[in-house]
């Protein structure tokens, strides 16, 4: 399988401070990423689509200008948590897909603290 | 809604087959299914998809309906590694708007 990478895999923030994840396919050029967040018990929440070089594609009652998505380069999708609360705090998922295949593969996941 | 149905959670023996069932009545002619599995504090882990045709792969087969409103992720036999949470997903959209909603998932717990 193809290998997705996410960074940092652990963050702790301050209240009002934004944070960074980055999302990088590492042995193959992913026009699309996806970002998710997951609570604790429960299935992961599609976030958002990004695909080079164009605007992300927000899910419905997700603000995209509290979650940035920046999808840069063809291996390249970073994540930006704006002005970050407590309850922002959670597990922030990406991952990638090539053109030509149908399958995503996901990165290891970020767990996000804010306090 | 695309979502896929799943019961909560299952059991099964170490050594034993597991049918893990999926409902996605809903499903359309293009959209694909999707099979994952997550471990506590991970992402999720591919294991197969298909569209139409029976599939097999290292990991597991994937048994489609007839009429695609279902579908049933088989493990071979179980191994305790086998625990996790397993995704049935409703791969939905074209290409460039391709994108792959998650349901609630079964709990797959292995007896040893």
């Given at each position: 399988?193809?290998?997705?990478?996410?960074?940092?895999?652990?963050?702790?923030?301050?209240?009002?401070?934004?944070?960074?994840i980055?999302?990088?396919?590492?042995?193959?050029?992913?026009?699309?990423?996806?970002?998710?967040?997951?609570?604790?018990?429960?299935?992961?929440?599609?976030?958002?689509?990004?695909?080079?070089?164009?605007?992300?594609?927000y899910?419905?009652?997700?603000?995209?200008?509290?979650?940035?998505?920046?999808?840069?380069s063809?291996?390249?999708?970073?994540?930006?948590?704006?002005?970050a609360?407590?309850?922002?705090?959670?597990?922030?998922?990406?991952?990638?897909?090539?053109?030509?295949?149908?399958?995503?593969?996901?990165?290891?996941?970020?767990?996000?603290?804010?306090? | 809604?695309?979502?896929?149905?799943?019961?909560?959670?299952?059991?099964?023996?170490?050594?034993?087959?597991?049918?893990?069932?999926?409902?996605?009545?809903?499903?359309?002619?293009?959209?694909?299914?999707?099979?994952?599995?997550?471990?506590?504090?991970?992402?999720?882990?591919?294991?197969?998809?298909?569209l139409?045709?029976?599939?097999?792969?290292?990991?597991?087969?994937?048994?489609?309906?007839?009429?695609?409103?279902?579908?049933?992720?088989?493990?071979?036999?179980?191994?305790?590694?086998?625990?996790?949470?397993?995704?049935?997903?409703?791969?939905?959209?074209?290409?460039?708007?391709?994108?792959?909603?998650?349901?609630?998932?079964?709990?797959?717990?292995?007896?040893?």
């Open positions: 399988g193809a290998v997705v990478s996410q960074h940092p895999s652990r963050v702790i923030c301050k209240s009002g401070t934004s944070v960074k980055e999302c990088r396919s590492l042995d193959f050029q992913a026009t699309t990423m996806f970002w998710y967040r997951q609570f604790p018990k429960k299935s992961l929440m599609l976030m958002a689509t990004s695909n080079e070089g164009s605007k992300a594609t899910e419905q009652g997700v603000e995209k200008d509290k979650f940035l998505i920046n999808h840069a063809l291996t390249l999708s970073t994540l930006t948590v704006t002005s609360h407590p309850e922002d705090s959670s597990f922030y998922i990406c991952s990638a897909r090539r053109p030509e295949r149908i399958e995503a593969f996901f990165g290891q996941g970020t767990r996000l603290t804010v306090v | 809604d695309a979502k896929t149905t799943q019961p909560n959670s299952m059991e099964s023996n170490e050594e034993e087959p597991v049918h893990l069932p999926c409902n996605h009545s809903t499903i359309s002619g293009t959209d694909y299914i999707h099979w994952y599995r997550q471990l506590p504090s991970q992402g999720p882990e591919y294991v197969i998809h298909g139409t045709s029976n599939v097999n792969n290292r990991m597991a087969s994937l048994a489609i309906a007839e009429d695609r409103k279902s579908s049933t992720l088989i493990l071979h036999r179980a191994t305790l590694r086998d625990a996790a949470v397993y995704y049935c997903i409703r791969g939905k959209g074209t290409s460039g708007t391709y994108k792959y909603i998650f349901g609630t998932g079964t709990r797959l717990k292995v007896l040893a």
